[in-house]
């Protein structure tokens, strides 16, 4: 596993923070930390890089502990509401950070060159950071933890302050990051985003996890089927009770919850073979966004 915690937690003098947090990302995926504002996001990921000492549990990143001086040369990092100087260009930002990581020269215009592509900024390096966009800003300071060419990148809210063009923009680098073999952790409360492209994802509320896994399994469980049919008898009934004792027939509609995806076809395939007539069946698939209120405002159950 590139991370993985045990009963992490990092407590301010308020009580705030986050405790005890268990999680493990894999090699290569992307990875969403979700949470409304206060929930311990940024502070879980100011912990994991080293920025704030633990105040309890363990964590390791690429297999060392934190705080590893080896292993912080392998990890990028974006923070939240980040500000370069204006006057400065592109370049002049990407050659101090290249500074900072000590690469040669040559190394250096190879790292930026590169950079400027991934982030799609090739021709703007010139132009003064103050002229450039807000999603040009937020690229550029992604081409900036890139430099490093690090394994595992941290991004804290990278979306949250751009317009749809601009999530677009951080949303396809991401994607393009993933598919070099990159491991993104991406810190958002902007839940579309994340169900858009993560592959595994946590849901932390006041300081802990409430829920994490696989995308897939987070959302499976939570399809609601639609059906318009026809000419059905009392063992098909019975036959689609196994599967929703709760179950509303009406003479032409049918709306039924399954627990996984195996099970629509199943149904279809019973209707039919029981001498029904199935002329329209529609999934709808709870979104991230609604399982996210009902954890949070459902009292974290």
């Known amino acids: 596993m590139v991370i993985e915690t045990e009963n992490l937690s990092k407590i301010y003098e308020n009580n ?44 390791h990143i690429l297999g060392k502990p934190i705080g590893n001086m080896e292993t912080k040369k392998k990890i990028g990092y974006l923070p939240e509401l980040f500000k370069y100087q204006e006057w400065m260009t592109g370049l002049d930002l990407l050659s101090f950070h290249s500074s900072l990581y000590k690469l040669d020269k040559k190394a250096s215009f190879t790292k930026i060159e590169e950079v400027l592509e991934i982030v799609n900024l090739k021709g703007a390096e010139k132009s003064k950071i103050g002229t450039y966009s807000k999603g040009m800003q937020q690229r550029i300071g992604i081409a900036s933890a890139l430099l490093c060419d690090p394994e595992l990148l941290f991004l804290d809210e990278p979306t949250s302050a751009l317009d749809p063009i601009g999530r677009k923009e ?110 329209g069946l529609t999934p709808h698939r709870d979104s991230l966004e609604d399982l996210f209120i009902k954890l949070v405002e459902g009292g974290q159950k």
């Open 170 to 279: 951080v949303r396809d680098i991401m994607l393009k990051l993933k598919n070099i073999g990159k491991t993104v952790f991406l810190n958002s409360h902007l839940l579309s985003e994340v169900e858009m492209i993560c592959d595994s994802a946590a849901i932390i509320s006041k300081g802990n996890i409430i829920k994490q896994g696989k995308m897939n399994d987070l959302l499976e469980g939570n399809t609601i089927l639609d059906i318009h049919v026809e000419d059905i008898n009392n063992e098909i009934l019975n036959k689609l009770e196994k599967f929703d004792e709760d179950m509303i027939f009406n003479g032409k509609n049918i709306k039924m919850h399954v627990k996984e995806d195996d099970e629509i076809h199943q149904i279809a395939s019973l209707i039919i073979t029981g001498g029904g007539k199935l002329y």
């Open 16 to 59: 705030k923070g986050c405790r005890n947090i268990n999680i493990s990302v894999a090699e290569g995926e992307i990875y969403g930390f979700l949470g409304p504002n206060g929930a311990g996001k940024s502070t879980f990921i100011k912990t994991i890089v080293g920025l704030l000492f633990p105040t309890s549990g363990t964590a």
